[in-house]
T-cell receptor, first 115, second 112 residues
């Protein structure tokens, strides 16, 4: 049981490049989330998916797109990376479609640097 | 606007003492509150969840209280150990019940 996995672990991009962060969970959870964590700012929600086939914006969605590929996988895409997107990105999942009622399980994170 | 406040200064305590961390909130009426632990370079790990009708919850050496009148939760670690050193995050349920908002966390340092 791997829990929540994320790839890659580290990535360096040049301004304007694109990339997709991958996330998968094997706990049969309905809800999945993407957060970014910056020093002094805490965890901020980018996008979430309450169930397969639905996605919604969080607090800081600008510059990102997501895809809920199936129940297991939720990807985050940066179409044109900017230095302001340098951050640590965490994927999380939780049971139930009202995911706030349940504990969230986090992946190990992706450290992204945009130069 | 909604706001969650956790002490930004690190809390330094000696091994064996009780650590108490505070989470204050404004303009929220959360039904649930959660606490997480985060070690450097790792994702947060869930510790405890407390509902608004529960005044106190315990798990081993951990205790959480939730005072909806004061708009405050206290997180206690009794008989603290150096291995308890980490950053502790509180998180509140948002209206719509699908998402959480996290506080910025408080770093706890337990010295031998």
């Amino acid at each position: 049981n791997a829990g929540v996995t994320q790839t890659p672990k580290f990535q360096v991009l040049k301004t304007g490049q694109s990339m997709t962060l991958q996330c998968a969970q094997d706990m049969n959870h309905n809800s999945m989330y993407w957060y970014r964590q910056d020093p002094g700012m805490g965890l901020r929600l980018i996008y979430y998916s309450a169930s397969e086939g639905t996605t919604d914006k969080g607090e800081v969605p600008n510059g990102y797109n997501v895809s809920r590929l199936n129940k297991r996988e939720f990807s985050l895409r940066l179409e044109s990376a900017a230095p302001s997107q340098t951050s640590v990105y965490f994927c999380a999942s939780s049971g139930g479609t009202l995911g706030g009622f349940y504990e969230q399980y986090f992946g190990p994170g992706t450290r992204l640097t945009v130069t | 606007s909604q706001k969650i406040e956790q002490n930004s200064e690190a809390l330094n305590i000696q091994e064996g003492k009780t650590a108490t961390l505070t989470c204050n909130y404004t303009n929220y009426s959360p039904a649930y509150l959660q606490w997480y632990r985060q070690d450097p370079g790792r994702g947060p790990v869930f510790l405890l969840l407390i509902r608004e009708n529960e005044k106190e919850k315990r798990k081993e050496r951990l205790k959480v209280t939730f005072d909806t009148t004061l708009k405050q939760s206290l997180f206690h670690i009794t008989a603290s150990q150096p291995a308890d050193s980490a950053t502790y995050l509180c998180a509140l349920l948002n209206s719509g019940y699908s998402t959480l908002t996290f506080g910025k966390g408080t770093m706890l340092l337990v010295s031998p």
